[in-house]
C-alpha cells in the first residue's frame, strides 16, 4: 500500500505554498449587498484568499499543518513556519471573523467550508506549540456556532457528491475536540443514516469528488462504536464481500484535467481510497477493501499537480488517502 513518504509529503508541501497565497484566479462565495461589498479576495479575507477558493485555501493549511507536525525536517518546514506565521495571526483572524458576522454570510460555505475549518483547528491543536491554535481559535468557536444553529433546522441529509454533502461535513467535524459539538454530530449522523440498508450506490456523477456511499459509510464508522457499526455496515452495503455494487470497486476516469469539474473525479478517487482504508477492517474481504483502495490512489495520485484546476486542491485529498 502506498503510503506518505517524507519526499512525497515536501512535494505536497510545494505544491501548497504555490498556491495558498496565490489570489488569482479566484472563485468567490460572496454576496453583495451593495456596491461597496465589490472588493478582491484578499481584501475580503486576510488569510484564505489563495487557492482559487476559501475552502480549497483552507484544506491546503490543514495539509501543510498536518505534514509540518508529521514531518518537521523536511525541506519546506522553515516555509510553512514562515507563511503560518505571517497570516495566522490574531488580526488576521479576527478579519475572517468580521467577514462572518456579515448578514449575508449566513451560509458561507456551508458546511464544506466549515467543517475544513474546524479539521484545521483540530490538526493545530495538536502542535506542541499552540501559538497558531491560539490564534485560529476564534474563528473555530465560530463555525462551532453555526453547525450548533444549523443542525436543528436541517431536516434531511445532502447525499450528493460534492460541496454540500453533509456526511463528509460531519467526519471532518468530528475530529475538532468539542464535545457537546460531537454530541450533536453524532445525534444527527443517526437521525439521518442510522436505518440507510442496501446503498445502491448509483455513482459517480461527472463532476463527484465524494462517493455520497463510502462517506456515508465512514461517517458513521467514525461516531459509532465498533459494535454498533458493524451491523450497521452489513446492512448498509450487505453485498460487499461479492463485490458489489461494483463502482466502488472501479477508479472513475477524468477525461480532461483542465476542466475543473472533470478534475473533481481525480478527488473522488482520493476521497475514496481514504474511505477504503479506514473500512477495510470493518469489510466482508478486508484485502478487497484494501486492493480498492490502493487502484484508486494509483488512478490518481500521478495528477495531483499539473494543471491547477486539480492542483490548487488535490493534494490534500492525497493526503487524506495516505494516511
Given at each position: 500500500?502506498?503510503?506518505?513518504?517524507?519526499?512525497?509529503?515536501?512535494?505536497?508541501?510545494?505544491?501548497?505554498?504555490?498556491?495558498?497565497?496565490?489570489?488569482?484566479?479566484?472563485?468567490?462565495?460572496?454576496?453583495?449587498?451593495?456596491?461597496?461589498?465589490?472588493?478582491?479576495?484578499?481584501?475580503?479575507?486576510?488569510?484564505?484568499?489563495?487557492?482559487?477558493?476559501?475552502?480549497?485555501?483552507?484544506?491546503?493549511?490543514?495539509?501543510?499543518?498536518?505534514?509540518?507536525?508529521?514531518?518537521?525536517?523536511?525541506?519546506?518546514?522553515?516555509?510553512?513556519?514562515?507563511?503560518?506565521?505571517?497570516?495566522?495571526?490574531?488580526?488576521?483572524?479576527?478579519?475572517?471573523?468580521?467577514?462572518?458576522?456579515?448578514?449575508?454570510?449566513?451560509?458561507?460555505?456551508?458546511?464544506?467550508?466549515?467543517?475544513?475549518?474546524?479539521?484545521?483547528?483540530?490538526?493545530?491543536?495538536?502542535?506542541?506549540?499552540?501559538?497558531?491554535?491560539?490564534?485560529?481559535?476564534?474563528?473555530a468557536a465560530m463555525f462551532v456556532d453555526r453547525f450548533t444553529l444549523f443542525l436543528p433546522l436541517a431536516t434531511y441529509?445532502?447525499?450528493?457528491?460534492?460541496?454540500?454533502?453533509?456526511?463528509?461535513?460531519?467526519?471532518?467535524?468530528?475530529?475538532?475536540?468539542?464535545?457537546?459539538?460531537?454530541?450533536?454530530?453524532?445525534?444527527?449522523?443517526?437521525?439521518?443514516?442510522?436505518?440507510?440498508v442496501d446503498c445502491q450506490a448509483w455513482e459517480p456523477g461527472g463532476d463527484e469528488f465524494l462517493s455520497p456511499a463510502?462517506?456515508?459509510?465512514?461517517?458513521?464508522?467514525?461516531?459509532?462504536?465498533?459494535?454498533?457499526?458493524?451491523?450497521?455496515?452489513?446492512?448498509?452495503?450487505?453485498?460487499?464481500?461479492?463485490?458489489?455494487?461494483?463502482?466502488?470497486?472501479?477508479?472513475?476516469?477524468?477525461?480532461?484535467?483542465?476542466?475543473?469539474?472533470?478534475?473533481?473525479?481525480?478527488?473522488?478517487n482520493l476521497s475514496r481510497a481514504w474511505c477504503w482504508r479506514a473500512l477495510a477492517p470493518y469489510a466482508a474481504d478486508?484485502?478487497?477493501?484494501?486492493?480498492?483502495?490502493?487502484?484508486?490512489?494509483?488512478?490518481?495520485?500521478?495528477?495531483?499537480?499539473?494543471?491547477?484546476?486539480?492542483?490548487?486542491?488535490?493534494?490534500?485529498?492525497?493526503?487524506?488517502?495516505?494516511?
Open positions: 500500500m502506498t503510503t506518505l513518504t517524507p519526499e512525497l509529503a515536501n512535494h505536497f508541501a510545494d505544491v501548497a505554498l504555490g498556491h495558498v497565497a496565490r489570489e488569482y484566479p479566484n472563485k468567490l462565495d460572496h454576496v453583495l449587498s451593495g456596491p461597496a461589498d465589490a472588493r478582491t479576495p484578499r481584501d475580503l479575507h486576510k488569510v484564505f484568499y489563495g487557492s482559487f477558493d476559501w475552502h480549497s485555501c483552507v484544506h491546503g493549511y490543514w495539509m501543510l499543518a498536518h505534514l509540518y507536525r508529521r514531518f518537521p525536517a523536511m525541506p519546506n518546514a522553515p516555509a510553512i513556519r514562515a507563511l503560518f506565521d505571517t497570516h495566522l495571526t490574531p488580526a488576521n483572524i479576527e478579519a475572517e471573523c468580521a467577514y462572518l458576522r456579515r448578514p449575508a454570510a449566513r451560509g458561507f460555505e456551508r458546511p464544506y467550508g466549515w467543517a475544513w475549518l474546524l479539521k484545521l483547528a483540530a490538526e493545530l491543536a495538536l502542535h506542541d506549540d499552540r501559538t497558531w491554535s491560539d490564534a485560529l481559535a476564534p474563528l441529509p445532502i447525499r450528493a457528491g460534492v460541496h454540500t454533502n453533509t456526511a463528509f461535513a460531519i467526519r471532518l467535524a468530528f475530529d475538532y475536540p468539542h464535545a457537546a459539538l460531537r454530541d450533536l454530530l453524532t445525534e444527527t449522523a443517526r437521525n439521518w443514516y442510522a436505518d440507510d463510502l462517506i456515508e459509510a465512514e461517517c458513521m464508522r467514525a461516531i459509532l462504536s465498533e459494535a454498533a457499526f458493524r451491523p450497521w455496515f452489513d446492512r448498509f452495503l450487505p453485498r460487499l464481500g461479492q463485490g458489489l455494487p461494483a463502482t466502488l470497486f472501479s477508479p472513475a476516469l477524468a477525461s480532461d484535467r483542465s476542466d475543473g469539474k472533470i478534475a473533481h473525479l481525480d478527488g473522488l478486508p484485502k478487497a477493501a484494501r486492493h480498492a483502495a490502493q487502484i484508486h490512489i494509483d488512478a490518481s495520485l500521478p495528477h495531483v499537480s499539473g494543471d491547477y484546476m486539480g492542483e490548487h486542491w488535490l493534494a490534500s485529498f492525497a493526503v487524506l488517502a495516505l494516511g
